[in-house]
């Protein structure tokens, strides 16, 4: 299967490497800096057949790729997106968020259909062995009735994280430590706890990164329309370093706790039933990537190289993105309003929270 990526920065090493992992033709990549090109073809080792482009809409039209990779700027997203399916026909993989718009979630959505292509969010997280054990928990309905899920997202980025791509922390082209860092774990809360939320009502500050546009912290609370709830806090505000990543789900009949890096260790695991035993299931699901990125990206890149050939949706299809985005979107607006926000949300974009901190 031919694949290009478009996007060279931070994150395209785990594209580069899933894709190789899953055998796929890599006939090119994309970037407007030639250089970060250059780097991941001699760190990668990548054959003198693959193509270098600053101009995507060229790469489509010259390459013809069957699947795209997205990983530029967020803003970007949308647009590229967009081109690769109609201009390009190629399937996408898209970096999170899918979207800064849910307009624009919905314009992606639309497109795949009218084309006969598949979309894929990348929250790559879902595939953590830990997190498809939990998953496999909540499916077999072992917590009974559902309480209450927390996700934590306690991390730090400072100046020159932020100073290396004038993008991050901009409302137009990323957000704040929510939309970028915490959307992976407010993703998987949603999933866990039933997916239907009825409202929201959120904080957000810039208590730090005076440099940024965005937040650097957020704080939510969030009702199921199971009558669970769900607290999120996200921050990028620790000091000095990554602290941790954690997921909670209670409920009447089960306990869980995910932690580590990035979700991908099992810490507590308390079930009425007794079906396993905690420590068999805590040394089994239990992994320890190199960063907090973890090992999710090649299981991901597997089942849509898969769901391609099957003709069937992506684990993590668009409408999985889109839900991701809309809780955080959610937040942001109940935090610029002091309102409840009720679901569903109504078109909203990250650009009309421009201006929310600068009087601060």
Request: net charge negative; proline share 3%; with cysteine.
């Amino acid at each position: 299967m031919k694949y290009a990526l478009i996007g060279c920065g931070r994150i395209s090493p785990n594209h580069i490497v899933a894709a190789q992992n899953n055998n796929l033709d890599i006939v090119a990549i994309c970037d407007i800096e030639e250089q970060n090109m250059h780097d991941k073809i001699v760190k990668f080792k990548l054959s003198e057949d693959v193509h270098c482009y600053t101009d995507y809409l060229e790469m489509l039209e010259k390459e013809k790729p069957e699947l795209v990779a997205i990983a530029t700027e967020s803003g970007k997203h949308a647009e590229i997106a967009v081109n690769c399916l109609k201009k390009g026909h190629a399937n996408v993989i898209i970096e999170k968020p899918i979207a800064l718009s849910l307009a624009d979630a919905d314009r992606i959505i639309e497109t795949a259909k009218e084309e006969g292509l598949k979309v894929c969010a990348c929250h790559q997280n879902r595939f953590n062995k830990s997190i498809q054990k939990i998953r496999e928990a909540v499916e077999m309905e072992r917590f009974g009735r559902l309480l209450h899920g927390t996700a934590h997202i306690r991390w730090a980025r400072d100046y020159e994280y932020y100073s290396r791509a004038k993008w991050r922390g901009t409302w137009a082209q990323d957000g704040g430590a929510l939309m970028n860092q915490c959307i992976h774990n407010i993703d998987l809360l949603r999933w866990m706890m039933g997916d239907e939320i009825d409202c929201v009502v959120g904080m957000t500050d810039r208590l730090k990164h005076d440099y940024i546009e965005a937040e650097d912290l957020g704080i939510a609370l969030i009702k199921f329309k199971n009558g669970s709830y769900g607290i999120v806090e996200g921050t990028t505000n620790i000091y000095p370093k990554n602290l941790e990543e954690t997921l909670y789900i209670f409920g009447e009949k089960g306990t869980v706790k995910a932690g580590g890096a990035s979700v991908n260790v099992i810490e507590e695991w308390r079930f009425s039933d007794m079906l396993d035993d905690p420590e068999d299931v805590k040394a089994r699901f239990h992994e320890n990537p190199p960063n907090v990125y973890g090992f999710g990206h090649t299981p991901l890149y597997a089942d849509v190289i898969d769901a391609i050939n099957k003709d069937r949706k992506p684990y993590v299809d668009g409408e999985a993105g889109k839900r991701a985005l809309e809780l955080v979107l959610a937040i942001y607006k109940s935090a610029a309003t002091g309102e409840m926000i009720k679901f569903p949300l109504e078109n909203c974009s990250t650009v009309e929270f421009e201006g929310r901190f600068d009087n601060e």
